[in-house]
């Protein structure tokens, strides 16, 4: 699961990969299942839209804001 998880964290975007990586060493694995199964939703977001919300330019649909502000803290 780990290894598969990492493996969808690497988008092609440095700062993106930095940023999805570093969460899911740090934090991933201490969220509950609901938030896990966000995540992984986000994951399957587009490139653009998820550097578009961690860099603030748009904001996140609702049901991702909090992973959001969690992935760029």
Same mark, same amino acid.
């Given at each position: 699961? !780990?290894?598969? +998880?990492?493996?969808?964290?690497?988008?092609?975007?440095?700062?993106?990969?930095?940023?999805? +990586?570093?969460?899911?060493? !740090?934090?991933?694995?201490? +969220?509950?299942?609901?938030?896990?199964?966000?995540?992984?939703?986000?994951? =399957?977001?587009?490139?653009?839209?998820?550097?578009?919300?961690?860099?603030?330019?748009? *904001?996140?649909?609702?049901?991702? =804001?909090?992973? *959001? *502000?969690? *992935?760029?803290?």
């Amino acid at each position: 699961m !780990e290894r598969r +998880l990492r493996w969808q964290c690497r988008r092609g975007l440095l700062e993106l990969d930095l940023l999805l +990586l570093r969460f899911v060493d !740090e934090q991933y694995f201490t +969220l509950d299942a609901d938030n896990q199964q966000v995540f992984q939703a986000l994951l =399957k977001l587009p490139d653009q839209t998820l550097l578009s919300w961690v860099q603030g330019q748009e *904001i996140p649909a609702d049901e991702f =804001k909090n992973i *959001i *502000i969690n *992935i760029t803290q």
